[in-house]
Nanobody, 116 residues
Framework: QVQLVESGGGLVQPGGSLRLSCAASGFTFRFYAMSWYRQAPGKERELVAGISIGGGGTRYADSVKGRFTISKDNADNTVYLQMNTLKPEDTAVYYC?????????WGQGTQVTVSS
């Protein structure tokens, strides 16, 4: 079965960096696009970044453009989210997402807290 396992979250000061990882299994990773979402307390889950099957195409939420970078390693079945110049408003639980047809698959999430 599909499994998505996020890691790399934590507490970081404003202006700092984190790299999130999502280890995928249970499907042919190299055949699918992947995404990162986040959900802050009291807010809806929102798309942060997406990457195409081969990794050559990416898209970002306006709020993270120029600061976050999504990448995909088809050899290691892992998708990454490099987050730089973090802001307090980036505080959220970050989720890895796979969509196959109308079915969404989610990891358990990893908490990112940006605070001094």
């Amino acid at each position: 079965q599909v499994q998505l396992v996020e890691s790399g979250g934590g507490l970081v000061q404003p202006g700092g960096s984190l790299r999130l990882s999502c280890a995928a299994s249970g499907f042919t990773f190299r055949f699918y696009a992947m995404s990162w979402y986040r959900q802050a307390p009291g807010k809806e889950r929102e798309l942060v970044a997406g990457i195409s099957i081969g990794g050559g195409g990416t898209r970002y939420a306006d709020s993270v453009k120029g600061r976050f970078t999504i990448s995909k390693d088809n050899a290691d079945n892992t998708v990454y989210l490099q987050m730089n110049t973090l802001k307090p408003e980036d505080t959220a639980v970050y989720y890895c997402n796979l969509r196959i047809g109308v079915q969404n698959y989610w990891g358990q999430g990893t908490q990112v807290t940006v605070s001094s």
